[in-house]
């Protein structure tokens, strides 16, 4: 058990990256040229990549909320493995330890599945 894996830093910093916060800042300043009349702009369909990047964004966005989602279902796990490790000798019964997991697995699911919806 890692105790600063990265997937376990993002439940203690939940804000996107320095890199992410430059992006997006470079987003908004751009986005003050928005309909700009100069012809140049309009040539290299300026509009059109300012969208592109607000939807970079707004899809790097939806990463880090999923790696905050991973984070928690990484310490899930590692409580339930610190679970197991003090039951010592007691064994746990099947039907508990279904009822332990099954959230765990859920949400490890559910992150995928947005993780796979993105890609």
Known sequence: MAAHSPITSAISSPRPSFAFSRLQ???ATLERLRGCPADQFKIIG????????GKICTDLNKLNVINIEMGITDSALSMLLLLLDSAGENPIPP??????LSPVQ???????S???DMI
């Open 25 to 27: 800042d470079l987003h």
């Open 114 to 116: 947005q993780l796979s």
């Open 95 to 100: 039907h508990g330890l279904h009822t332990l």
């Open 46 to 53: 300026f509009d059109q990549l300012l969208d592109e990047l």
């Open 106 to 112: 859920e949400r490890l699911v559910h992150s995928w």
